[in-house]
């Protein structure tokens, strides 16, 4: 895909991975399982262990980066890993000992787990910020910041955070700016034109897009960062397998088509709810009325699937549950299918900190949905005859 700088977003996705000589002529890319491979000259082959180079791996990792906006995605291709915790951890290995990190405090309970327990057990200064308090993220970003993690909009908050206000004082102490986009993809917002220099995905979500894969993928634009990032990849092992990839890859073709319609179905479901007499609060960016909307205006190009809401206290809940059918009460999101779950109990549970703080702020009632891709009318349907049904 030589010219790629004229090509739409859709159009990468589908052609970038011709750049990979297919010997059959396979029009779709073969899952390539081998774990060694003959070499001609001892010690000059590109493929010679499968931990280490895998062409499956490869043409995803080198599509993802193409789509966030590398036009030298060969030299700067994703790090594909088995889990998108297993790309937070990568990421955190940038970090020394007397470096520090500031992080949003609504991200992923897993990360907040990460960051709060794991990093700060090796040794690592972990700041934990609400960054829309500028000021507070000021104080706190200094000469030994390294990583400053943001995820926009956060989960399962749904805050719009401004990458480029963020990016702007992160650089002026040289830290990087880290953005877990598993919510956008880059076909909602690519990071990079916003100042960030790390991106992450769960790929579990909707880059895989029908919940049986997990996986997790980073993608840099800085040359120093994606080889020190490769040599931990390659060394430490925690890679994504060839069919997971093969899945990865797979998604990517659709990804476009499937991101228009959950965000056009999530911005009607949260229509829907807003006006619910049932409903006490929707967080959905892309409702004109939500904080930051004009942020989102900026930096989404769709307001995305996902949308969190609270109850009124006229609805039973756990009949609500008992009575909702096409909504299924799971954990995980990004799927063609749409899901529904409680965050403080089921993803987000509260961590505390060293210094006793109670970090994770998933307030408690607050309901997430990953909307699907079913037809619209039939999720709203179903919506309000469960709510109809569980009033007290
Ligand atoms: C925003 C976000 N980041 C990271 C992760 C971790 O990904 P995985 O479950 O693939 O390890 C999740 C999982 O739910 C997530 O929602």
Not at 199 to 220: A, N, Q, R, W
Not at 239 to 252: E, V
Request: charged letters at 25%.
């Amino acid at each position: 895909m030589a010219k790629s700088k004229k090509y739409g977003i859709n159009t990468k996705a589908l052609h970038t991975q011709k750049r990979i000589d297919l010997p059959t002529g396979d029009v779709m890319p073969p899952i390539h399982l081998s774990t060694t491979y003959e070499n001609t000259v001892p010690g000059e082959s590109e493929y010679f262990y499968g931990r280490v180079s895998n062409p499956t791996r490869e043409i995803f990792e080198r599509t993802i980066s193409s789509l966030e906006g590398n036009e030298n995605y060969e030299e700067l291709p994703g790090l594909a890993m088995a889990s998108g915790m297993a790309a937070v951890s990568l990421i955190g290995e940038l970090i020394k000992p007397d470096e520090n990190v500031v992080i949003t405090k609504d991200v992923y309970g897993g990360t907040t787990n990460f960051f709060a327990t794991i990093a700060r057990k090796r040794g690592l200064e972990v700041h934990f910020c609400d960054m829309y308090d500028i000021e507070k993220l000021e104080t706190l970003i200094n000469k030994k910041t390294k990583l400053v993690w943001i995820e926009s909009p956060s989960n399962p908050n749904m805050n719009i955070y401004d990458l480029k206000k963020i990016s702007e004082i992160a650089h002026k102490e040289e830290a990087l700016l880290v953005a877990d986009s598993t919510f956008c993809t880059p076909f909602i917002t690519r990071p990079f034109e916003h100042g960030v220099d790390i991106i992450m995905h769960s790929t579990t979500k909707y880059i895989g897009g029908h919940s049986d894969t997990l996986g997790g993928v980073v993608v840099t634009n800085n040359q120093e960062v994606y080889e020190t990032l490769y040599e931990y990849q390659k060394t430490s092992g925690g890679i994504m397998a060839p069919f997971d990839a093969y899945l990865c890859q797979r998604g990517l073709y659709t990804l476009g088509p499937r991101i228009e319609l959950h965000s056009k179905n999530a911005h009607q479901l949260s229509e829907y709810l807003a006006n619910s007499e049932y409903i006490k609060e929707v967080k959905y960016p892309g409702l004109t009325e939500s904080h930051n909307h004009d942020v989102a205006v900026k930096q989404m190009d769709y307001f995305g699937g996902m949308l969190s809401f609270f109850l009124e206290d006229s609805i039973n809940e756990s009949k609500f549950w008992e009575e909702l059918d096409l909504y299924k009460l799971a954990v995980s999101l990004g799927g063609v299918e749409t899901l529904i779950e409680v965050p403080y109990l089921m993803t987000h549970e509260k961590v505390t900190g060293l210094d006793g703080e109670i970090i994770n702020n998933a307030p408690d009632g607050l309901i997430r949905i990953s909307v699907g891709i079913e037809n619209i009318e039939d999720l709203i349907e179903d919506m309000d005859s469960a709510l109809n049904a569980s009033r007290k």
